[in-house]
Every structure is written in C-alpha cells, then in structure tokens.
C-alpha cells in the first residue's frame, strides 16, 4: 500500500521555524509529483508547495513564498518542508499527498493528488 507519514509538527511562536518531515514508501517516488498542504477547522484546504520528485522547480502559494521551502531526500524517498518566519495564521494541520501517476508537466499547482497522510500539527502563537 502507498503510505505517506507526515512529523514534525509542533508549537512555535512567531517568527519560529519548524520543519516537516514527509516519508512515502509503497509508490513509485522517482517520479512523483508530490505536496504539502494545510487546513484549519471550517476552511477549504489550501495548497502550500508542489515539486516533482524527478526533477522541475518548486511551486509555493504566495502566503508562503520566501518563508517556505520544499525540498527532497532522494535517498530516504522523503519530502520535507522547511517553514521559517512563522505567522499565527499559519497555524493548521499540514498533511504530504503524492501522486505517481501525474507527468511531470501537470506537477503544478492545482494538481489532483491521489494518496494523503495523516498529518501534523503546526500552531503558532503570537
């Protein structure tokens, strides 16, 4: 089975930084297109970064471009997301998806993701 676990979560307060870990196993990851996401009780899910995993640039909501960066371990077919100067509203249950079955010219955002994690926690207090 596809299995995406998400860690690293935590409480911060503003201007912190904290990094998300994402690890996938059970899909074929050298050419996935995978992302971050957030959501907060009684909002719409928001998209956050997008990158494929075999190669292409990142994509990045304007809420965290320059604050945020996604990145890869190949090695550990692993997503991470690194997130500094944070802001409450930032605050969400941030959850990996990945999809192996998407080309790389649709690794963009707005893209379908077909496997979720569980998430984890980030809150930010000011």
């Known amino acids: 089975q596809v299995q995406l676990v998400e860690s690293g979560g935590g409480s911060v307060q503003t201007g912190g930084s904290l990094r998300l870990s994402c690890e996938a196993s059970?899909?074929?990851?050298?050419?996935?297109?995978m992302g971050w996401f957030r959501q907060v009780p009684g909002k719409e899910r928001e998209e956050v970064a997008v990158?494929?995993?075999?190669?292409?640039?990142?994509y990045y909501a304007d809420s965290v471009k320059g604050r945020f960066t996604i990145s890869l371990d190949n090695a550990r077919n692993a997503a991470y997301l690194q997130m500094d100067s944070l802001k409450p509203e930032d605050t969400a249950m941030y959850y990996c998806a990945a999809d192996d079955s998407m080309v790389r010219a649709l690794c963009r955002p707005g893209a379908d993701f077909e496997y979720w994690g569980q998430g984890t926690q980030v809150t930010v207090s000011s």
């Open positions: 990158i494929y995993t075999g190669g292409g640039r990142p």
């Open positions: 059970g899909y074929t990851y050298s050419s996935a297109c």
